[in-house]
């Protein structure tokens, strides 16, 4: 449950955990993404049929997404980039570094909330910048994105 409220967001997280976890102790494991899908839509038997289909849909997206997460050890991975920034930026020097997702963005912003207060920032963002209205129709992937920059004291 942690992994998928961490990673994803998934405001169902419990119910699909649950899910998962029932059909793990009856024997039944999730071969393929087809039978994870199947785990979800099951999960959220109780929701609205005219909201179901789409609800489904941002779920599957956002499980997907958590086990991507954990699997390429993303959080960890961009933890250790911001250990070690200050040693490889110079003086002066600037960072832009864009997210895909909230936890990626709060990792983010406190690291460089805290490099600032110990001084290794001359400055950072205050405000994240998104992509514009054009950018997002043009790129609808670009629609998560948010950036943050910082320049090294």
């Known amino acids: ?11 169902y997280a419990e119910e699909i955990a649950d899910k998962v976890f029932s059909l793990m102790r009856k024997g039944k494991p999730m071969n393929t993404t087809t039978e994870l899908r199947q785990a979800i839509e099951d999960a959220l ?10 609800t489904v849909k941002k779920s599957c997206a956002r499980v ?12 960890e991975v961009l933890y250790s980039f911001l250990e070690k920034l200050p040693n490889v930026l110079k003086s002066g020097g600037r960072v832009a570094i864009l ?11 406190k690291a460089f909330k805290e490099m ?9 963002s205050t405000e994240v910048i998104r992509p514009s209205v054009e950018e997002c129709r043009l790129n609808p992937r670009s629609k998560s994105t948010k950036m943050r920059w910082a320049v090294k004291a």
Do not use: C, Y
Request: hydrophobic content about 40%; cysteine-free.
């Open 1 to 11: 449950v942690g992994m998928l409220i961490e990673n994803s967001d998934e405001p």
């Open 45 to 54: 038997w109780k929701l609205p049929k005219d909201e179901k289909e789409q």
């Open 64 to 75: 997907f997404q958590a086990l991507r997460i954990d699997v390429n050890s993303e959080f």
């Open 99 to 109: 997210t895909f997702h909230s936890g990626e963005d709060r990792l983010v912003k």
């Open 116 to 124: 600032a207060k110990a001084g290794v920032f001359s400055a950072i």
